[in-house]
């Protein structure tokens, strides 16, 4: 059985569920994607 991702209506509901989200590879560099995803977190 191959792995899918989920879709982004699932995505969207685990992270309204979730009380805390990691970020792994944050860089303190503002052009930097990790940067941009915890910002918006």
Same mark, same amino acid.
């Given at each position: 059985? &191959? +792995?899918t991702n989920p879709g982004r209506d699932e995505i969207k *509901?685990?992270?309204e569920k979730s009380m805390t989200i &990691? %970020?792994?590879g944050l *860089?303190?560099?503002k052009d930097r994607v990790s +940067?941009? %995803?915890s910002e918006a977190m």
């Open positions: 059985m &191959a +792995y *509901s685990i992270l &990691a %970020v792994v *860089s303190d560099k +940067y941009m %995803v």
